[in-house]
């Protein structure tokens, strides 16, 4: 069992910048991909960003690419995402998630295994 804690979420005007961090709980946070996916009123679920276990790999959605950045500390349990020139249109609440796939860093929800309880990011224009 992994719990998940999130937190940096906030308001800030477009163009600025945010980290958002995830805490897991238990020993074997190393043996996880983690994610970060985000979702908007009346929106489904969508994938932002995903990092290997040991962190060498990563995946972004095009829509953040080259303005979002994910990375992990695995001696603090944390994974982070660094999100800079933000638009309106990243407003959504973030959430972070755990997956044990082994090959590859996926994109769908269906393949993570643990949720945080999410983390609301606003961004105004």
């Known amino acids: 069992q992994v719990q998940l804690v999130e937190s940096g979420g906030g308001l800030v005007q477009a163009g600025g910048s945010l980290r958002l961090s995830c805490t897991a709980s238990?020993?074997?946070?190393?043996?996880?991909?983690m994610g970060w996916f985000r979702q908007a009123p009346g929106k489904e679920r969508e994938f932002v960003a995903a990092i290997s276990w040991g962190g060498s790999g990563t995946h972004y959605a095009d829509s953040v690419k080259g303005r979002f950045t994910i990375s992990r500390d695995n001696t603090r349990n944390t994974v982070y995402l660094q999100m800079n020139s933000l638009k309106p249109e990243d407003t959504a609440v973030h959430y972070c998630a755990a997956s044990r796939v082994r090959v590859g860093l996926p994109a769908s929800p269906t393949a993570y295994d643990y949720w945080g309880q999410g983390t609301q990011v606003t961004v105004s224009s």
């Open positions: 238990g020993r074997t946070f190393n043996s996880y991909a």
